[in-house]
Nanobody, 121 residues
Framework: QGQLVQSGGGLVQPGGSLSLSCAAV????????MGWYRQGPGNERDLVATISSGGIAHYADSVGGRFTISRDSAKNTVYLQMNSLKPEDTAVYYCYARIRSNSGTIFTSHWGQGTQVTVSS
């Protein structure tokens, strides 16, 4: 069964940039939509951005124009480039993917382990 392995994140000053990546590894036949969600302190997990298997991206209003989602299908990897970061972007970021395994007939939802992004001076 496939799993998602995240990397990136950390501490950055307001106005700075960070990038996240998430690789799908394991028993994978096909990957559908991929995306990023975040969960701030005391908040629910909210959508940040998604990208379809065909490369169509969708962004939350709060990050549009500042964040860019992309994917490399050959590497089964999704990326999130975050620019002009604000303190309110501070959260744990989770990647997400719909994966069909080699032995499966349907797509199932998978989550990464989460990575902390802190925007603070």
């Amino acid at each position: 069964q496939g799993q998602l392995v995240q990397s990136g994140g950390g501490l950055v000053q307001p106005g700075g940039s960070l990038s996240l990546s998430c690789a799908a590894v394991g028993n994978i036949f096909s990957i559908g939509a991929m995306g990023w969600y975040r969960q701030g302190p005391g908040n629910e997990r909210d959508l940040v951005a998604t990208i379809s298997s065909g490369g169509i991206a969708h962004y939350a209003d709060s990050v549009g124009g500042r964040f860019t989602i992309s994917r490399d299908s050959a590497k089964n990897t999704v990326y999130l480039q975050m620019n002009s970061l604000k303190p309110e972007d501070t959260a744990v970021y989770y990647c997400y993917a719909r994966i069909r395994s080699n032995s499966g007939t349907i797509f199932t939802s998978h989550w990464g382990q989460g990575t902390q992004v802190t925007v603070s001076s």
